[in-house]
């Protein structure tokens, strides 16, 4: 059973920062895609950030700029640098692999909560 853990969020004040790790088997990045995802309360879950096995990266406009994505394949870890925090970016964070971000293919896990509130 292949098991995504995502670890790192946490409460923090607007312009503050939070670095989400995601725990995956070492098989999951023979997929191109890794891409971290976001799913506010009420709303469905939508990709990030993403970047690719050749390190070609893309963001989500509300977050290009702010948010950097980055893998350790040693460690069979994905990563989601976020800074400049603002409200709107309270969600639940999840990451997950596949062909493309609009095709995640694992089990899905529990996520991170991230809350950016003063």
């Known amino acids: 059973q292949v098991q995504l853990v995502e670890s790192g969020g946490g409460l923090v004040q607007p312009g503050g920062s939070l670095k989400l790790s995601c725990a995956a088997p070492s098989r999951a990045f023979g997929f191109y895609a890794r891409t971290w995802y976001r799913q506010a309360p009420g709303t469905q879950r939508e990709p990030v950030a993403a970047?690719?096995?050749?390190?070609?990266?893309w963001y989500e406009e509300s977050v290009n700029g702010r948010f950097t994505i980055s893998t350790d394949n040693a460690k069979s870890t994905l990563y989601l640098q976020m800074n400049t925090l603002r409200p709107e970016d309270t969600a639940v964070y999840y990451c997950?692999?596949?062909?493309?971000?609009?095709?995640?293919?694992?089990?899905w896990g529990q996520g991170t909560q991230v809350t950016v509130s003063s």
């Open positions: 970047i690719g096995n050749t390190d070609a990266t």
């Open positions: 997950n692999f596949g062909p493309r971000p609009e095709n995640p293919v694992l089990p």
